[in-house]
């Protein structure tokens, strides 16, 4: 909402600066958005009158202007607008005038012509963003008046209102604010309180519940006309476009009080004024030229044909005030907030008035409102009103009082807040005390202050006026208790650290995803109102956002990619969420450097030894690859499934645009964390160990592990450590048979308590050779 | 032969100081000490000599062999010292190192590892809760009004089942009261979600940090000293902390928080909402669980929520959020 800093003055007597009220402003609640000057203040621009036009000697673009600038000597003005025409009044900057961006004005030839000064359009004082031509002010604009008496200089400042204080929507209600901030008097608009008289059959009220107050007040003859400069300037500095004189006090009104008002066309309501539900598809066309189909949902003003209004919302097309009405009807009334909430909502109409319904109006503002305006309406548009406001329904109750305990608002703060300061504060912001004793004061709260209604909302107040800076904060609290969530966080930033430190780079990708981007192993979870269809699945598994992620990387022209996430994956089904681990890798294993060297792609074997740098010992075991995987394998610890590994089919690789493998790992964190265990002592051995390598030759198909199998299995006290150093493949068939690898593996023996003589270990690593020839038919080299 | 070995020990010690490099002095060595070195020929020589004459010339003929070898061994040292010498000068220090590439934690992970950290130091636990939440824990439980605009199709993601994508962490609060009793004073990070159209400025998935204390005799001063400390040690001394009256359905009094650091780039920045947890807040925890643990008039409590997203576009001076989700290692390698 915007305020006019002038139209504020009208109703609180204080005199500081915009610096300062900026900063009181903020310390109530009122978030200022923007503070910006208005008007034109410029001593050296006048209004001034074009008595005679003619083109330019020189230039076709230019003419020549004799003005009258109030000085009686007319004066000559060279111009390059075309909007006007001889009688229009418009502003001057005579010379010495200086414009906004530090434009002076010095008399001059403009193409051989002299020119006495420049007549201006509203960009060139700074009263438009953006104006082309003159400035046509209105033809009773006072010649040879400054500028100013037209546009004053002003402050306009942009609140944020929060949802609570609808009572701050007007400039009474922050003139209210202010004075409570410092002690300065407010003053509010005259108006003698209407005589009112029950509306009878002229207003029916269908739902007292949507609708429990309702005033209208006929005013006759008026004249509908085009409001004074002074109110369409005030209105137009705050955003608003002035209509008519009619319409225009009603906005007015509605900024200055905070109530909204309707004005409707007599002559168009027929008969009198039903306040109901509309019937289903019942049709309405609102002020803005669009057409609505309605339901038993929105509440409408409607007369005893069609809606004329929508309550709360909008007028009607049809039933507004235009050129020809000569009475009018003036509504002022309430609405349940909720009812207008939807019924805005539900149409996407909102309204500066709908804002207002929604937030709550005071109750005690409706009448004094309705006699406000027509006092205005009477003064600017002729006419006389009825002696008496018909009225329907009864008055919103004043909220109930409410009993502070001092002690408790001293806890609550953790501030020894005096007796003094707590009445004090709540007295300024208009509470009456009712009654006091035991600690506790009793107060009555103002009927535009509906959003106090408990003890702790007083509090509230109390803090507010004291102020924040007044409480010392405090910290002395007794640590709390962690459990599991603390241990998971802790496990997960080792994992993230871990995986830092093995030269992987953290991602995060969106939980959001596209269905594009499920696998099929798992069933997902749908949004029922997606921002798109690339957002509408929550992901099922991290690795088709971090394959994205591999993509727009080879894209970016990485040489290599190594990512991981960890972050939560859904699905239909238990568990719905569960923490989880992933891994993708793509591309050169080390990056070049002077030392060269063979390079070399990243592999399936690589995101193996991320598995064994997280997990430790485990086994693979292949389970069915479903696309976009090729290869993928189950990883067991301890026999326990805590995962799965894979490589992209490669379709699906060059799909990505990679050309190397792209291999994966999707770990369950918590399958993981369960197998974390803290590490002890073994003892470190005091005698050295002796190694053996062997060579082995064998068929394509067996598989290390079979190989490791057999020599661990072998019962060979002796040998402690089994390590593959070499594996060789000849497709060629030249120094190995195609068919056929070559296993180089070392074997570690050693035992405690001495150390071992090279008899024993040869003898050990026969027994070992026998062993793999006899259960594996291999050969050795 | 006396004259003899006086020449020869002049000779070989010439000749070992004269040696260029290792192989000069072995041929050196093999020269006056080898089998066939004039050394070991003129100990053979001995059996020639006079019997009287023997002792002293044996005497001489050790003395010179002694002479020889500490020479060797001497030019042996030296040579050995030159060439370690040469070895070290011959590098070139000024070639890059090389090693293998750390990786980095994204900068959402470092910010928000910081601020646990700073909450623990203070006391505080974590906690967590699902991102598929009812309507009860990330609305009814906050007292927000049936009809207040956040519940809107528009503004939050609902599965088809009713539940919902949470809009804020709050809804761990609601959690953690469900399930402990007071004192309860947690932590807890997470992801939140509004049905924002992602620009440079929104993502519709975001990260927040909730925090809340409840305990007897919790007030707005334990609120300030928290926070206070929290974003001092977040952002440096110096830092200016400035709570602003505000207004959430779920506290009250409610306040905003401005910070002005030099971190920040030195202007006030609005960066968390916080206040007394509300009575309601409490009244409907009391009648979901059945009891009064967290009953209003026995307890108060403090909570407060910040966005991480934001925060760690400001401290690191990223332009557009949606870095933060593109996932470019470029931009990840900078953390």
Redesign the interface.
Known sequence: MKISLNWLRDYVAWTGSVEELVALLTRTGLEVAEVATRGADFPKVVIAQILESSRHPNADRLSVCRVDDGSGQPRQIVCGARNYKVGDKVPLALPGAVLPGDFKIRTGKLRGVESEGMMCSAKELGLAEDAEGLLILPPDAPVGQPISTLYPADTVIELEVTPNRGDWLSHLGVAREVAAFTGATVRRPEGTPPATKPAGDFVSLKEPGLCAFYSVRRIHNVKVGPSPQWLRERLEKVGLRPINNIVDVTNYVMLELGQPLHAFDAARVQGGIVVRTAQAEEKFHALDGREYTLSADHLVIADHGRPVALAGVMGGEDSGVTESTADVLLESAVFDPASVRRTARALDLHSDSSHRFERGVDPQGILAASARATALIVELAGGEADPEVLTAGQLPASPAPITLSHARCRALLGLEVEEAAIRGALTGLGLTLLNEGGGTTTWQVPSHRGDLQREVDLIEEVCRVVGMEKISGRLAAAPAEPAEPDARYDFQMSLRNKLAALGLSEARTSTLVSQAMLWQDRPALRVRNPLGEDQAFLRTSLLPGLLAAVQRNIHQGAKSVGLFEVGRIFQAGEPEESAALGVALWGRAEKKDWRGGAERDLDWHDARGVVEALAGPHRLVRISAADPLGLAAEILVDGEPIGRIGQLAPAAARALDANAPVVVIELSIEALRKREASPSYREIPKFPAVTRDVAIVCPLPLSYEEIEAVLRGAGEELLVDVEPFDVFTDPGGEKLPADRKSIAISLTFRTAGRTLSGEEVNAACERLKERLKRDLSVDFR | MEDRIASLQTEAVTAIAAAADTRALADARVKYLGKQGEITRLSEGMRDVPKEDRPRLGKRLNELRQAVTAALEQKEAALAAEADARALAALDIT??G?V???????P??RLL?KA?RIFRR???????G???ETEWHCFDALNT???H?AR??QDT????DGRL?RTHTSTVQIRVMESQTP????I?PG?A?R?D??DATHL??FTQMEGL?V?E??????L???L??FFRQLFGPGTET??????FPFT?????IDIRAEALGGRWMELAGCG?V??AVFEAICSRRGDRAFDPDKV?GFAFGFGLDRLAMNLTRVPDIRM???????F??QF
């Open positions: 070639l890059p090389t293998r590439d750390l990786g980095s934690l994204h959402l992970t590892d646990v203070m006391g505080f636990v974590l906690a967590d699902p991102d598929i009004p049936p009809d605009p809107n199709e993601f609902y599965l088809p994508l004192p309860v004073r947690i807890a992801a979600y049905r159209e992602v519709a998935q204390y305990a005799n919790v007030s707005v001063a334990d300030k000293g928290t206070e400390y400035r709570f602003r009256p505000h207004f009250e009094p409610s306040f905003e007394m509300d009575p108060t933060l989700v593109e996932n470019d290692l470029r990840l390698k």
